[in-house]
Every structure is written in C-alpha cells, then in structure tokens.
C-alpha cells in the first residue's frame, strides 16, 4: 500500500540554523501539506501547496517557512532561523483531494 | 468558526467492550469528516471518513455518526482489542476556493485495559 515517508524521523539543530524536512507523497497524488504537532498538543495546519505554488497557509507560516517541490517527488519544508518554539513533530500530508494521508513525521528539536 | 472540539481527553475501556468517542464541530457549512488514529511517535492515520450527506457510515469494527443538528461527531468501536489504544482526533476538512486543510480537535487517549 502506498504511504507518504519523511527524513529524517529526528532532527536535532541550534536556534538560528536551518533545517530543511523532506517528504515523499504518495506518487499519484497532487496536493501536498504541512502540518505540525508541538508534544501533547493538537495536529495544527500549516501549509497547503498544490500545481507548484501555495494555496493557503496558517499564521504559524511566517517569512521563516518556505516549501518547496524541487523535482517530481519530493516536498520540503525549510524553517531558515529556527527558534525553541518550532519543536514539534512536523507531518507531511498528501492527497489526491480530499482525504490526506499522513507520514510518520520528523521530530524536530530545537536547542 | 474553524474550531473542532472534543468531550473527553481520556477514555479507558476493557478490552472486547465497545467505546465511543465523541467530537463537537462548530462550522456548519463544514461537509467532510475525518477520524483519524494516532499511535505514539506516528503520524496520524486514516481511520474512516463521512460527509454531511450521511448520518452513518461504518467501516471495519468502526461506525461514524453525523449528527448536523447538533453539529456533534461519534466514532464506535466494536469489540476493543489492545492495538486499538491510542489517540483518536476528529477532524474538519475546509475547503476554501479549492484549497484544502484539516482542522483537528484535541484528541481523545483511549486506553484499553485487559
């Protein structure tokens, strides 16, 4: 059955450092998401991206987030200055409209 | 409003009984459901789905109620087996100008005793 993977599953950087998460979507799938998940809190939207641009995005998605697809199967999300409050899980979503499928997550935690 | 709410944080069941979880939405014009598992250090998983066409659709020992009355969301398990502990979230599909994304409530922990 086909799923949506991430890389890494852990990712430990300094404030001020950028990270760059990368996410497989299912292959036959158009819309792509971001949403994260600080520890023991609710899975909140961030970023929605379909035909190569954004098609909406949270408050959370500030100038310090970006996405990209830079080739047919890969989408990343950059946080280029990180900050103590970006720790959180970080889940990638696909869908081919409406039902999402998400990836196992990358946990990401700033110091 | 795009919140999505729900009753309990908790929920401990014997294993074989049924439980119910419950979910209050608050957007009326929302017309898609999702329910979804989240097991510790995974991503959520799809679980079962129902529009606002539908008061009931089941699944695989899982049913989703509808009730657009009262705006208010159930998901029923049957017969609970210990694989079935995690956390279960709700969520609204928002659909604006084609764009698509998922506001989730809380969460409820279910927890299955032996």
């Known amino acids: 059955e086909p799923e949506v993977t991430q890389t890494p599953s852990h990712q430990v950087t300094q404030m001020g450092q950028e990270v760059i998460l990368r996410c497989v979507p299912i292959?036959?799938?158009?819309?792509f998401y971001w949403y994260r998940q600080i520890l023991g809190q609710k899975v909140e939207f961030l970023v929605s991206?379909?035909?190569?641009?954004?098609?909406?995005k949270s408050e959370i998605f500030d100038d310090q987030f970006s996405v990209e697809r830079p080739d047919g199967s890969n989408f990343t999300l950059k946080i280029r200055s990180t900050k103590l409050e970006d720790s959180a899980m970080y889940f990638c979503?696909?869908?081919?409209?409406?039902?999402?499928?998400f990836g196992p997550g990358t946990r990401l935690l700033v110091l | 409003g795009e919140s999505v709410g729900l009753h309990l944080p908790t929920l401990s069941v014997q294993e074989g009984d049924n439980s119910i979880i419950n979910c209050a939405y608050s957007?009326?014009?929302?017309?898609?459901f999702i329910w979804y598992k989240q097991e510790s250090g995974k991503g959520p998983q799809f679980i079962i789905d129902i529009r606002s066409n539908m008061d009931k659709r089941q699944g695989q020992r899982v049913t989703v109620l509808l009730n657009k009355t009262v705006k208010h969301l159930s998901l029923q398990i049957a017969a609970t087996q210990p694989g079935d502990s995690a956390v279960y979230f709700c969520?609204?599909?928002?659909?604006?100008?084609?764009?698509?994304?998922?506001?989730f409530g809380q969460g409820t922990r279910l927890t299955i005793n032996p």
């Open positions: 979503a696909s869908s081919d409209w409406e039902t999402q499928y």
């Open positions: 957007n009326s014009a929302s017309d898609y």
């Open positions: 969520a609204e599909n928002l659909s604006i100008q084609g764009a698509q994304k998922l506001v």
């Open positions: 991206f379909y035909n190569n641009e954004i098609s909406e």
């Open positions: 292959s036959n799938h158009l819309y």
